[in-house]
């Protein structure tokens, strides 16, 4: 067996789908497919138990999976042991971002990083927390930059920093008028929030239970933006007149082309706000890449 292998049956595994797997892995299905065959026949074993609509492991094939898993965790703390023992500042470094954090701090912080370590070149990926997990646990990215509460066992965490909550809003609207905003202001409006899987989407509803649909909710009553999208399509939406959304205050002062139709106004305290933080294998050996990288974040303009 190959860690090509292990690592096919894992994103499988996670997939429960041929093309998706073999997507994520760069290949084509068939090559995926016939790989996942010839370990099973290299094992004697049913790894997978395929249907016609999905693939998922069997009792055996989950224990199987799991220490494939592990050997690939392993394997990538060799790689880090490797890159280690080289100057820990010129290697290239992998980070990931959450969709609501990655578009307003990197464009501060990779000046900032320039500053301190201008031979370690930065690879950047934005995705979803449970994306993030997951590629930080197999060695795909080295660090990553989410919102707290994030626990994942082996990966430490670090708070970064924290940023209040704002309404945005059209200027003629009637909430502009106000100095601050209680959450249940916000149930007479439409309010646009972001699909299902975003994090802040949840920080939202949990400070606002109210604009949580219910079957009493009329028709309309919460639009949420397509699974998938952006603060900024919510701010261009909102610009458009389709109601009012809560932001991020780095979203807020983030550029647009539409700024003058729009203002933002504080929660009435105590103020919604996530904590930023910062979160790495226990295992990475490149302890001053973190600490440039940490630092780095601290000195952006939208940290203070």
């Known amino acids: 067996m190959t860690l090509t292998e292990l690592r096919y049956i894992v994103t499988l595994a996670q997939e429960q789908h041929f093309g998706r797997a073999a997507e994520r892995c760069f290949v084509s299905q068939p090559t995926l497919s016939i790989a996942v065959k010839k370990l099973e026949e290299e ?8 249907s016609k609509t999905r693939v998922y492991p069997t009792p055996l094939g989950e224990k199987i999976v799991q220490q494939a898993q592990k050997v690939l965790e392993q394997a990538s703390a060799i790689k880090d042991i490797v890159s280690a023992g080289k100057d820990q500042l ?19 912080l990779i000046p900032e990083l320039q500053k301190r370590a201008k031979d370690m070149p930065l690879y950047v990926e934005e995705s979803f927390t449970g994306t993030l997990r997951r590629r930080i646990r197999q ?34 609207h009637p909430l502009a008028e106000r100095a601050a905003i209680s959450p249940d202001a916000l149930n007479e409006y439409n309010v646009l ?23 009493d909710d009329q028709p309309g009553k919460l639009r949420t933006a397509a699974e998938g999208s952006s603060l900024e399509t919510l701010k261009y939406m909102v610009a458009s ?12 002062t983030a550029g647009l082309g539409a700024a003058d139709m729009l203002v933002t106004r504080p929660f009435t305290h105590p103020a919604p706000k996530r904590t930023v933080a910062l979160a790495w294998r226990a295992s990475f050996p490149r302890l001053k890449a973190i600490d440039v990288l940490r630092d780095s974040i601290s000195s952006c303009s939208i940290v203070h």
């Open 43 to 50: 094992l004697d074993v049913a790894i997978f138990e395929r």
């Open 90 to 108: 010129t290697s290239p470094m992998a980070i990931g971002a959450i969709f609501t954090i990655g578009p307003y701090l990197l464009p501060h």
């Open 139 to 172: 060695g795909d990215l080295d660090a990553i930059v989410v919102a707290l509460p994030f626990n994942e066992a082996d990966v430490v965490t670090q708070p970064l920093y924290e940023e209040e909550f704002v309404v945005m809003m059209e200027k003629s």
């Open 193 to 215: 929030l972001l699909g299902e899987g975003h994090c802040f989407r949840d920080q939202v509803l949990e400070y606002c239970p109210n604009l949580k649909p219910s079957l």
């Open 241 to 252: 007149g389709l109601g009012i959304t809560v932001l991020p205050a780095s979203a807020a």
